[in-house]
């Protein structure tokens, strides 16, 4: 059944799924999730809602780690969402750089045009894009996205900050979030 954009909940990595690092999240050892957002993401799967993720990894642009060991880490993470009942439709990556002038690096809305297109959505607007830093809900205002400030990773920097921030919900972490939006379609 084709989805609308407002059932679509397009998440940021590192920072809202696991945890981040300012030395980047090297290797699958390093990859550790928050188990609270595994299972927010099975619950919004469970109540109707398509989950993507978008996310910028230049740590492989800068010779840190490379596409296999990104690969393991979505494979460990899809695992993990389908053992909690639930489902991500699709996962977009950007492996450039800073200096690489690509179009997917957030800010910039290739990687949420790519979900775009695989999902079969002509628009993104209703959706929801879920970030930690400013580059994400940028992106996701570039595209009509309804966005959401977690305070989990560098959110709370972010929130300090206060800067761009002025049409972001913010919540503790991507769990709260779901818990709101699932009242919210409650009724
Ligand atoms: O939050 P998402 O988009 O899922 O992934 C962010 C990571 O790719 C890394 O992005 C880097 O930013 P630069 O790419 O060096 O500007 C730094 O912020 C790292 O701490 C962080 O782990
Ligand atoms: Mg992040
Ligand atoms: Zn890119």
């Not at 595994?38 to 799967?45: D, G, H, K, N, T």
Request: glycine fraction near 10%; hydrophobic fraction near 40%.
């Amino acid at each position: 059944m084709p989805i609308v954009p407002q059932q679509l909940v397009i998440l940021d990595r590192d920072g809202v799924i696991n945890q981040d690092s300012d030395a980047y999240i090297k290797s699958l050892e390093e990859w550790i999730p928050y188990p609270s957002a595994i299972e927010a993401i099975a619950r919004l799967s469970q109540a109707g809602f398509t989950v993507a993720v978008a996310t910028n990894q230049s740590g492989i642009a800068r010779g840190y780690y490379d596409e296999a060991v990104l690969a393991a880490m979505h494979a460990r993470l899809n695992t993990l969402v389908e053992a909690a009942g639930g489902h991500i439709a699709h996962i977009a990556y950007c492996p450039h750089g800073p200096d690489d002038t690509c179009s997917c690096r957030k800010p910039l809305p290739g990687l949420l045009i790519e979900i775009q297109k695989q999902l079969g959505l002509s628009t993104l607007a209703g959706s929801w894009m879920v970030g930690d830093s400013l580059r994400d809900l940028q992106a996701g205002e570039a595209c009509g996205c309804r966005v959401v400030l977690v305070k989990t990773g560098k959110g709370d920097k972010t929130n300090e900050k206060g800067i761009g921030l002025s049409n972001a919900l913010i919540h503790t972490d991507l769990a709260e979030f779901a818990d709101e939006l699932l009242k919210l379609r409650a009724y």
